[in-house]
């Protein structure tokens, strides 16, 4: 609990804003966040890997059914719940609404972080030039690479006042100048996927870009009639065929 001392009184507009008055070493670090559903296999091996690295640990829980929570709560500092609506950003969003340090890795349940990464994250964030990294990552599904997406780059590394749009597909805006991060073993993501839960987790996206068609786009390119242009004859009965199609 912080004290008196520790509490600076802002007025704005004839209202007065009581806000938490820490130092810069008390911010500067790297909070890790992400989404959580229904992970408890996974989740104590992930989250001993990565915790020793990290200032913070805060989750959004989209409404797990096994002991996910259960699991995962000692490990780490915050966790929030939000109801699984398809819309990843906003879930996310909330998330970094919650950090207490200057930078963000956000990262999946099914990810997991290079240790050159890990033990250089001081000399990635002790700097004035960047403020986002993007990081190789290698995807495999049941073992075996990826064949339609071996690797891809993503903006995991960020100074926290950047935040995430769209739907699916997240993509993150705010920072100012980003760094590509090289693809070496060390210096990577990896994304180690099972097919059955890939194959329903991309049906799903179609239901939720259909869901929220008006955000769906390129950058600078979120209009209502984007999503039917691209799918001009898709109708909701298509998209729940799609989705039996995948049971």
């Known amino acids: ?25 008390q911010t500067h670090g790297v909070s890790m966040c ?10 104590v091996e992930f989250l001993k890997y990565h915790k020793p690295y990290f200032k913070e640990i805060i989750m959004v829980d ?14 780490i ?21 919650k950090v207490t340090n200057n930078w963000t890795f956000l990262i999946d349940c099914d990810e997991r972080i290079g240790v050159e990464i890990l033990r250089g994250l001081d000399s990635l964030i002790n700097q004035e030039e960047y403020d ?6 290698r995807n495999f599904i049941d ?16 100074r926290s006042y950047c935040r ?4 699916v597909h997240q993509e993150l ?36 870009e259909y869901k929220f068609k008006n955000e769906m786009g390129g950058p600078g390119n979120q209009t209502k009639d984007t999503f039917t242009k691209e799918y001009p004859q898709l109708t909701w009965d298509m998209v729940m065929e799609k989705i039996r199609e995948g049971q």
Do not use: W
């Open 62 to 75: 989209l409404g797990s059914t096994d002991r996910t929570i259960e699991l995962a709560t000692p490990l």
């Open 173 to 208: 805006v705010g920072y100012k100048s980003k760094k590509q991060l090289p693809n070496t073993d060390g210096m990577c993501m990896m994304h180690r996927k099972r097919a059955n839960r890939h194959i329903l987790r991309n049906i799903g996206y179609t239901l939720y």
């Open 34 to 43: 992400c989404i959580i559903l229904n992970e408890e296999a996974g989740i």
């Open 143 to 158: 073992g075996e690479p990826d064949s339609a997406l071996p690797m891809d780059y993503q903006d995991r590394l960020f």
């Open 132 to 137: 986002c990294y993007a990081l190789a990552r």
């Open 1 to 25: 609990m912080l004290n008196n001392e520790q509490i600076a009184i802002y007025e704005i507009e004839n209202v007065r804003v009581p806000i938490p008055n820490r130092s810069y070493d």
């Open 77 to 97: 500092d915050s966790i929030i719940l939000y109801k699984q609506d398809g819309h990843h950003s906003n879930a996310l969003n909330r998330v970094l609404e």
């Open 164 to 167: 995430m749009v769209r739907p």
